[in-house]
């Protein structure tokens, strides 16, 4: 069994950054692909970011990427994701969710289902 929870959501301006942390449990964490994932009210989740077990491939849904970055910290249990450049469109629950059964080296790893998830935190980005 793997918890995750996630931290760093708020409320905050357009234009303004935030970082988000998903620590999690298990002692195969470094292992594990890691991805985060979106949810706005009355819309589908949406994928945002994905990261390989050693961090070194990462993976960004189109409305984020060039904004967002994803980091881990197999030490700390912990994977981030550095929001900048906000925007009212990126208002959502976020969420964090590992996949234990890849290492997450391709984009297909984080879009195939993910095998636990986090409750999520709430970013809210006004106008």
């Known amino acids: 069994q793997v918890q995750l929870e996630e931290s760093g959501g708020g409320l905050v301006q357009a234009g303004d950054s935030l970082r988000l942390s998903c620590t999690g449990s298990?002692?195969?964490?470094?292992?594990?692909?890691m991805g985060w994932f979106r949810q706005a009210q009355g819309k589908e989740r949406e994928f945002v970011s994905g990261i390989s077990w050693t961090g070194q491939n990462t993976f960004y849904g189109d409305s984020v990427n060039g904004r967002f970055t994803s980091a881990r910290d197999n030490a700390k249990k912990t994977v981030y994701l550095q929001m900048n450049s906000l925007k009212p469109e990126d208002t959502a629950v976020y969420f964090c969710?590992?996949?234990?059964?890849?290492?997450?080296?391709?984009?297909?790893?984080?879009?195939?289902?993910?095998?636990?998830w986090g409750k999520g935190t709430l970013v809210t980005v006004s106008s």
């Open positions: 298990g002692r195969a964490f470094g292992a594990y692909a």
């Open positions: 969710a590992a996949r234990t059964s890849s290492l997450g080296f391709f984009l297909e790893d984080f879009l195939e289902g993910m095998d636990y």
